[in-house]
């Protein structure tokens, strides 16, 4: 079993989570205005994904810029890592590839904790790829224990490029928003992202 074989009911019963469902989790968290640069990237880019439309084509020109002009943003802050083996624990499933993984750490050569975001691409069925990124999530959470890094929060996204789902892992609660964000709400999406990176606000979240 790997991350991409997990439902949401798999990851609910394999990790005994609970699950919490609501919408707006992350409506008052605030924006990061996008760069000049990501705004005319995804302008450029958006319509040649769209037309491709695979997985490969919406992660490369949509969101990668996006994390990447997060970095840049975040002055590196933090570490992005883009279709690496991320093997936790294989007897729980926990191993497989993520499609990108953002780590708080300076260090861009392997995934080092802490772990602090999980984002998995899919070409359109975002509730398929729920189970598959709260499995991702728990991975890290387990990641980041195993090195004595104590992060309350993990976050976790799922999105199409121009459609975008958040959730977040709390001990074993985990809570999805209902709320889908796209394109046009970037600066909304860029400060989702950015979240994770300032742990003392997520007393708020």
């Given amino acids: 079993m790997s991350y991409s074989e997990f439902s949401l009911a798999k990851a609910k019963k394999g990790f005994n989570l609970t699950t919490l469902e609501k919408r707006d989790i992350f409506a008052n968290f605030p924006e990061l205005t ?26 490369e020109l949509i969101i990668a810029p996006i994390l990447v002009d997060l970095r840049r943003q975040l002055k590196e802050q933090i570490s992005l890592f883009s279709g690496v083996d991320f093997t936790v624990d294989e007897t729980k499933g926990l191993n497989g590839t993520c499609d990108f993984i953002i780590t708080k750490s300076p260090e ?35 990641f980041n224990e195993q090195t004595i890094t104590e992060i309350k929060t993990i976050y976790g996204a799922v999105t199409t490029g121009s459609i975008w789902q958040f959730l977040k892992l709390e001990g074993q609660t985990l809570s999805i928003d209902l709320s889908e964000y796209y394109l046009k709400d970037v600066n909304k999406i860029l400060g989702i992202l950015a979240i994770g990176i300032y742990q003392e606000n997520q007393q708020n979240s």
């Fill in 34 to 59: 996008a760069s000049k640069l990501l705004t005319e990237t995804l302008d450029y880019n958006l319509a040649i994904a769209l037309a491709s439309n695979s997985e490969k084509a919406r992660s």
């Fill in 108 to 142: 861009i050569l392997m995934v080092t904790a802490p772990v602090i975001t999980i984002v998995e691409a899919k070409k359109e069925n975002i509730n398929g790829g729920l189970g598959q990124c709260a499995a991702s999530m728990v991975a890290a959470q387990i």
